[in-house]
């Protein structure tokens, strides 16, 4: 199914390269003064600071990150985009993943390598890029008034790929997260965050097509579809299904950018979130930076690869058991599971690391 499916987006994309007629119609790329840039002049490192708050499976959270070319050509660049963020605790009773808050604070990685180019009169850039994301992710209280012991900080990693491409009027992206390491995809671990909950990475793939409203503003509409881990003899109500998304995206400057966004799925349903990205240096002249932002095929090549959060989904234990209800409890479990008689074979659900 997850194999059909991304094949499917993949095909999608490639449809989108039929854009072109449509850019061409408001002239050519000589007409609008693209053919003159020097690549050389205008793609240049890139470094700053970004953060977003808390959405469908994602945190709230802030960093550093940066762009940095390793080899411009002509028409093409090879770059590297690397992130490192703090993420930080959920809003009081409103959980980013499911039933258990998120607590802060840990720290999140992405690194992209990629290769971007453009076609022969500049109308389009194409691009894929390629890359891996951490996240560590400390839990807290539930939202539902369920007291949990032995809270958990587990460890989620995942590998991404994109193929992309623009125009200076539309633009289209297809992803594919795929969760690896202990909890990864095909693994069948769900992550025990605490005495009741688990949590797994999600499978996530989606296409998503942007249209240029503006130089400075642009709109995105995207499908996803989403699957995890399962464990059904401990957990149940997994992430899994489809879900669509939107944003809207503003250039505040020629270095600040802002967004907000909307997605919606059955499990997480509506979710609302908004980030802001600042990026210093680029094109070493205002003039230049000022003829690139007039210019989305080439402020394309240095654009930051998206998706990159590691997206969690959460799941509640399916085991009816009416112990233990309280630490003391939780500590004679601890002590001689097998008293928990319900909860066997799976005392593990109550067992203290350490």
């Not at 970004?50 to 959270?61: D, V, Y």
């Not at 590998?159 to 693994?187: F, K, R």
């Amino acid at each position: 199914m997850l194999r059909r499916l991304s094949l499917g987006l993949l095909a999608s994309a490639i449809s989108v390269a039929s854009l072109p007629a449509i850019a061409q119609e408001d002239g050519s790329a000589d007409d609008l003064g693209v053919m003159s840039i020097s690549l050389a002049d205008v793609v240049k490192p890139t470094l700053g600071f970004q953060g977003a708050l808390q959405g469908a499976g994602t945190p709230n959270q802030a960093g550093i990150g940066g762009f940095l070319p390793l080899s411009v050509g002509d028409n093409s660049v090879w770059f590297v985009d690397v992130l490192a963020n703090a993420n930080f605790a959920d809003y009081e009773s409103y959980s980013s993943i499911g039933q258990t808050t998120v607590a802060g604070t840990t720290i999140s990685t992405s690194t992209r390598l990629g290769y971007r180019w453009l076609n022969g009169d500049r109308s389009w850039m194409y691009g894929i890029n390629a890359g891996y994301d951490s996240r560590p992710m400390a839990t807290g209280a539930t939202t539902n008034g369920i007291e949990v012991f032995n809270s958990q900080t587990p460890f989620f990693q995942q590998v991404a790929v994109n193929a992309e491409l623009q125009s200076n009027q539309w633009g289209a992206n297809v992803y594919g997260l795929i969760p690896v390491g202990e909890y990864g995809y095909g693994s069948d671990n769900v992550a025990l965050i605490n005495s009741s909950f688990g949590a797994e990475p999600l499978t996530t793939v989606g296409l998503d097509v942007n249209y240029n409203i503006s130089n400075s503003l642009s709109l995105l509409a995207g499908y996803y579809y989403q699957t995890c881990e399962k464990d059904p003899e401990v957990f149940e109500n997994y992430a899994e299904g489809s879900g669509v998304k939107a944003r809207l995206e503003y250039d505040i400057s020629n270095q600040l950018q802002a967004g907000v966004g909307y997605s919606y799925d059955e499990n997480f349903e509506s979710r609302v979130t908004a980030d802001l990205k600042l990026r210093f240096g680029g094109p070493k002249t205002t003039a230049m930076r000022n003829e690139v932002q007039q210019q989305p095929v080439i402020k394309a090549l240095t654009a930051t690869p998206s998706n990159r959060d590691v997206r969690v989904g959460n799941s509640d234990t399916s085991i009816d058991c009416n112990f233990p209800r309280s630490e003391e409890q939780f500590n004679q479990c601890n002590r001689n599971p097998i008293l928990c008689n319900q909860c066997n074979p799976n005392p593990i659900l109550f067992r203290r690391d350490g």
